[in-house]
């Protein structure tokens, strides 16, 4: 998508959206989504599945998935 010579807007705008190589139904909700509201369901749905302060700890030098 950092390759588009338009904007993501002007393509959602256009009904495009789906002419982008990798955008599906799926995909091109969210997009919809994050550009009308600025925030995505989905992420943060994802993002409750996690315990608090989990992406504070992967943060620090040496802390990865295994430990």
């Known amino acids: 998508m950092e390759k588009l010579s338009e904007s993501l807007a002007d393509l959602a705008g256009q009904d495009r959206l789906s002419e982008v190589k990798g955008i599906g ?13 600025g925030a995505s369901s ?25 430990r």
């Open 25 to 37: 139904k799926a995909t091109e909700q969210v997009i919809r989504e994050l550009l009308a509201t």
């Open 42 to 66: 989905e992420l943060a749905k994802l993002k409750a599945g996690f315990p608090p302060g989990i992406t504070d700890l992967l943060s620090l030098s040496g802390m990865g998935p295994k």
